[in-house]
């Protein structure tokens, strides 16, 4: 496991630390050296809020390396309500009962450890918003 | 039990409560409980086939993706979303629990990075037993009431540990607080004085690399609980003055519901006062996160003027006791995260297989 890689995206992956560009307004996510949108220089940082919907899902069965454990799960691309489109898991939910458009929220969870030795890998996932009285 | 009192011997007049220099409070306050629960009656069905009246009626259980670090990170959120406050303004990041993810590596490093308190702080672990949050709490108390530094974030989490068919297995459950103390003028409720009390006492204990605690059965009650946290309790309250019928509301370490009713009782406090917090029935032992997630229950309905009196206990043994008083600004600040009862009432039941798989007691 990549573990200098992961923690150079650190920020963004515990706390969906992007961007927003200083010439177009757009929010970027993930950070990058030059905005999608409007192709000058990106940045500066903006902490997305970690609200969202989804906009897809699918379930897995047979999980990649390093996932077996946690199969069956879902993995979603989200809409942020900044705009930007996000591939994560989501969490604390059933798959029966994931529909899309369903408002959702970022967690910080465990995505992956290496073996029972090696670094525990932290980074956002999504569950549904969580019911406040 | 039939016989303690936790009043055997005379408190000094002159003891040793603590009061900072400068005053000093919560300024926000945020608790976390995962989604599953293990009904009692499931571990009973298990290991006595259904002989054994569970100590609890359910307990949480995290998920698969959950560890100490991830829960302290979301009660620490709520924490900071109560207080406003800039989280690059935290002078220490503190967590205390049984169950960190690495024997070496903090917890504390990966939590303060997530809310974005890094890097001008202090941050560190810290361990004993279920008091490790409350020792934090003191901790941050001294740090900000000296002046050296202005927030300090303690945490009381645990994924706690249980033997499979142990008595312990019943309440072993997972949740806990996290507490932003700040100065005084910022605190939804001040901490007007503290105190600590503790002594060699062996009623619990997990050897290094032991994936289970041990305990010395009864040993545990009299010597342990009942003296440490009746004797911090007077010692405080001793020092302060106050007397039961001042409080509204009282939290004291819940390894069962038991235990905190009877040392209400031994300490004159009432059924009514220990009610808001109590949450042992619903979720369990949460061990680190015990008494301050009872606390975090407490000032999600407690009214300006309020006193709380709280009272930890980590086996091993010893207790941390707070007396507060709840201020204005909890009113304000309360509805800016979710409450404890929305994580409580937030419930998956599962049985026994799933609980075994979440919890790794599957070996493949």
Not at chain 2, 37 to 49: A, D, F, M, N, Q
């Amino acid at each position: 496991m990549d573990i200098a890689r992961h923690w150079r995206l650190r920020r963004q992956r515990y706390a969906l630390v992007g961007e927003q560009c200083g010439h177009c307004r757009e929010y970027i996510f993930p950070p990058r050296d030059i905005c999608p949108h409007c192709g000058e220089e990106a940045g500066p940082v903006h902490a997305m809020c970690g609200r969202g919907e989804v906009y897809s899902f699918t379930v897995v069965h047979e999980p990649p390396t390093g996932y077996e454990t946690q199969a069956p799960y879902a993995v979603a691309l989200v809409k942020l309500a900044e705009g930007p489109l996000v591939t994560a898991q989501l969490t604390d939910v059933d798959a029966a009962d994931i529909k899309i458009g369903m408002p959702v929220e970022m967690v910080t969870r465990r995505l992956r450890t290496d073996g029972a030795e090696g670094v525990i890998q932290y980074g956002y996932k999504f569950r549904p918003h969580l019911a406040v009285s | 039990m039939t016989n303690f009192t936790g009043n055997e011997k005379p408190i000094s007049p002159a003891a040793p409560v603590m009061r900072p220099a400068r005053g000093v409070g919560i300024a926000g306050y945020g608790a976390y409980v995962p989604r599953y629960r293990l009904p009692g009656k499931e571990i009973s069905r298990v290991w006595t086939e259904g002989n054994t009246p569970p100590t609890v009626a359910e307990k949480s259980v995290p998920g698969l993706d959950e560890d100490v670090i991830t829960m302290a990170v979301e009660a620490a959120r709520n924490a900071l979303d109560r207080a406003g406050t800039d989280p690059s303004g935290i002078g220490a990041v503190w967590v205390g629990s049984e169950s960190h993810p690495y024997a070496v590596k903090p917890s504390s490093s990966v939590v303060a990075e997530a809310i974005g308190a890094s890097p001008n702080l202090l941050a560190a672990d810290w361990e004993f037993a279920c008091k490790a949050g409350s020792e934090a709490m003191q901790a941050a108390v001294g740090m900000v009431g000296s002046g050296m530094i202005r927030y300090a974030l303690a945490i009381g989490m645990d994924t706690a540990q249980g033997r499979p068919g142990d008595a312990l297995e019943y309440t072993a459950g997972a949740g806990g607080g996290a507490f932003l103390i700040g100065p005084a003028e910022d605190a939804l409720a001040v901490i007007e004085a503290s105190y600590s009390y503790a002594t060699d006492t062996p009623d619990f204990w997990r050897r290094d690399h032991a994936q289970y605690p041990s305990h010395a059965q009864r040993f545990t009650g009299e010597p342990a609980y009942f003296k440490h946290v009746t004797r911090a309790a007077r010692t405080l309250l001793a020092g302060t003055g106050a007397s039961p019928a001042d409080f509204r509301y009282a939290v004291f370490h819940q390894p069962n519901p038991k235990f905190p009713q009877r040392a209400a009782e031994l300490l004159g406090f009432t059924r009514e006062q220990i009610q808001a917090g109590l949450l042992a029935p619903q979720i369990g032992n949460t061990y680190a996160g015990s008494a301050l997630i009872g606390l975090t229950a407490v000032l999600d309905q407690a009214a300006p003027g309020d006193r709380i009196l709280v009272v930890s206990f980590g086996s091993g043994a010893g207790s941390d006791a707070f007396q507060l008083t709840v201020t204005e600004k909890l009113l304000e600040r309360r509805p800016r995260a979710p409450r404890t009862a929305d994580y409580i009432s937030r419930r998956k039941e599962i049985d026994y297989g799933v609980y075994a798989r979440y919890r790794g007691k599957l070996k493949m």
